[in-house]
Nanobody, 118 residues
């Protein structure tokens, strides 16, 4: 079983910062992609950022320049540094682990709430 455990969510004022962490445990292949998605009620879950083992990153346009994703391969942990937060960033943030070209299962954390007040 693969488990993804997120932490770091919370309530912040606009312009503030948060750092999310997600640790993966269990049985999974090392060549994987880890990322962060977010979802608000009534809308589809959307990609925020993702990062493969190589370190190449991919960001949603809405967060470019504000968020930074990174990973520690030794710890199987992915981070999301969120700066200059906006109320529009309010969502449940989910950690994800999947494989390139979807050649394996996709795993999700339970989510962590991020609320940005105006």
């Amino acid at each position: 079983q693969v488990q993804l455990v997120e932490s770091g969510g919370g309530l912040v004022q606009a312009g503030g910062s948060l750092r999310l962490s997600c640790a993966a445990t269990g049985s999974f292949f090392s060549i994987n992609v880890m990322g962060w998605y977010r979802q608000v009620p009534g809308k589809q879950r959307e990609l925020v950022a993702e990062i493969p083992r190589s370190g190449n990153t991919n960001y949603a346009d809405s967060v470019k320049g504000r968020f930074t994703i990174s990973r520690d391969n030794a710890k199987n942990t992915v981070y999301l540094q969120m700066n200059s937060l906006k109320p529009e960033d309010t969502a449940v943030y989910y950690c994800n682990l999947h494989y390139p070209y979807e050649l394996g299962p996709s795993y999700w954390g339970l989510g962590t709430q991020v609320t940005v007040s105006s």
